[in-house]
C-alpha cells in the first residue's frame, strides 16, 4: 500500500509560480513510476508530468518549459514547480504511484491561476 497526501495548492495570478509535494508513506525509491495529473471541471483527467527510475521526466506538451517534475528520495516526496502559470492550469492536481502492479492516487490539492 502506498499513502500519497498532496500539498501546496492556491489561489495564484496568471504568470506566478507554485510548488506542489506529493509526500509518500514508503520510501518513493521503490516505487516504480510517480506522477502528477489534473482534472478541470467538466474535463478529463490528463497526465501533467511523469518521473520514473532510469527515464527522463516527461510532460505533457501545454507545460513543457513551465512545470518540473522532481523528486527527492530521502524524503519521500515527489514535487512539481509550476511557473507562468495561465488560468488554463487552474485545476484539482493529483498525485499518482505505481506500484507492486497497483495505482495509487492521493486526495488532489486545488490549483487556481487567475486573470
Known amino acids: 500500500q502506498v499513502q500519497l497526501v498532496e500539498s501546496g495548492g492556491g489561489l495564484v495570478q496568471a504568470g506566478g509560480s507554485l510548488r506542489l509535494s506529493c509526500a509518500a508513506s514508503?520510501?518513493?525509491?521503490?516505487?516504480?513510476?510517480m506522477a502528477w495529473y489534473r482534472q478541470a471541471p467538466g474535463k478529463q483527467r490528463e497526465l501533467v508530468a511523469r518521473?520514473?527510475?532510469?527515464?527522463?521526466?516527461i510532460y505533457a506538451d501545454s507545460v513543457k518549459g513551465r512545470f518540473t517534475i522532481s523528486r527527492d528520495n530521502a524524503k519521500n516526496t515527489v514535487y512539481l514547480q509550476m511557473n507562468s502559470l495561465k488560468p488554463e492550469d487552474t485545476a484539482v492536481y493529483y498525485c499518482?504511484?505505481?506500484?507492486?502492479?497497483?495505482?495509487?492516487w492521493g486526495q488532489g490539492t486545488q490549483v487556481t491561476v487567475s486573470s
Open positions: 499518482y504511484a505505481f506500484w507492486d502492479w497497483n495505482d495509487y
Open positions: 514508503r520510501s518513493i525509491f521503490s516505487i516504480n513510476a
Open positions: 518521473i520514473a527510475s532510469g527515464n527522463s521526466p
